[in-house]
């Protein structure tokens, strides 16, 4: 099997930048994945040499950058949004350009089932300006996936004609969300798979993505935090790597299968310990990798 590199989402360490960078290098990663949609490593914030001295000191702990996190929070589905929205994106692609990684992840909503669905004509408009963006600069928009079953997400990305608008592969988000087998996902989504999240979990309640995703007006008030913390009835869980239902050995057999080249990089969102599940995940997957 190859030997995928293994990254981290530097904000799964709750520490800070310097800190959680030096704890990944010791932990034995080779990338870091990292949110740049807001605060002091926006676009509009990280300026100039600021963009040089981050570099620096990532790649002075023998690290890179695996991926930057655009998602917005918002989607793309609503058009009077989109314009503000694309053009953040766009300077979050320059900037990860910068920091010499051609990917940016991110949420663009619910693809609906139905291509005659109004959301899907406006999701459609906005990921083809941006696949038209990242093709210029030679880079990526991956889509995470999650909401929409496998066979859905290929076939809206197989309309744009394009690999700007790729995908962030995430195993947990389709056996927490749609129930979708990840292992199948990676055979269908093989012509887009960029980047890969390494997340375990499990599905509690079947309940509609759109409700879940915020896309649905009905419950939502429980937010993405609340989903994730484990508390109430909620639809799924997170859990450590392992003890979750993602088939890993098999997961990491079909990336090898398709010939992934990527990361696989690990994110944690729960946990009291995330320091120590971060550990116990590089050392579960060097070890899925030596199967």
């Known amino acids: 099997m190859y030997d995928f590199p293994i990254g981290v989402m530097l904000d799964s360490f709750k520490l800070d930048t310097k800190t959680a960078t030096q704890k990944a290098a010791k932990l034995g990663a080779k990338g870091l994945q990292m949110y740049a949609t807001s605060g002091e490593y926006s676009p509009e914030n990280l300026t100039g040499s600021k963009r040089k001295e981050l570099l620096n000191m990532v790649k002075s702990n023998g690290l890179v950058f695996s991926a930057l996190c655009g998602d917005l ?54 990921c083809y300006t941006l696949s038209r963006f990242a093709d210029s600069l030679d880079g990526h928009f991956a889509i995470e996936t999650g909401p929409e079953i496998a066979v859905t997400l290929k076939e809206f990305l197989d309309a744009l004609h394009s690999k700007g608008v790729a995908v962030n592969l995430d195993p947990a988000n389709f056996v927490m969300v749609t129930g979708d087998d990840p292992v199948k996902a990676v055979y269908t989504l093989k012509d887009y798979i960029v980047h890969t999240h390494a997340k375990d979990g499990r599905r509690l309640l079947v309940k509609d993505p759109e409700i879940i995703y915020g896309i649905t007006v009905e419950e939502v008030a429980a937010s993405h935090d609340n989903f994730t913390s484990g508390e109430g009835n909620l639809p799924f869980i997170e859990l450590p790597l392992g003890a979750g239902d993602v088939n890993f050995a098999e997961y990491l057999k079909a990336l090898d299968d398709i010939g992934y080249k990527g990361f696989l990089t690990i994110e944690r969102e729960v946990g009291e310990n995330p320091e120590e599940d971060i550990k116990n995940a590089v050392i579960f997957l060097n070890k899925m990798k030596g199967l």
Do not use: C, W
């Not at 320059?94 to 109004?118: F, M, Q, S």
């Open 73 to 126: 929070g918002q989607g793309f589905g609503n058009r009077e949004k989109n314009s503000e929205l694309i053009e953040k994106s766009k300077r979050i692609m320059e900037l990860a350009k910068d920091l010499e990684t051609d990917i940016i992840t991110t949420h663009i909503g619910v693809v609906p089932k139905d291509k005659n669905h109004e959301r899907y004509k406006i999701m459609q408009e906005a």
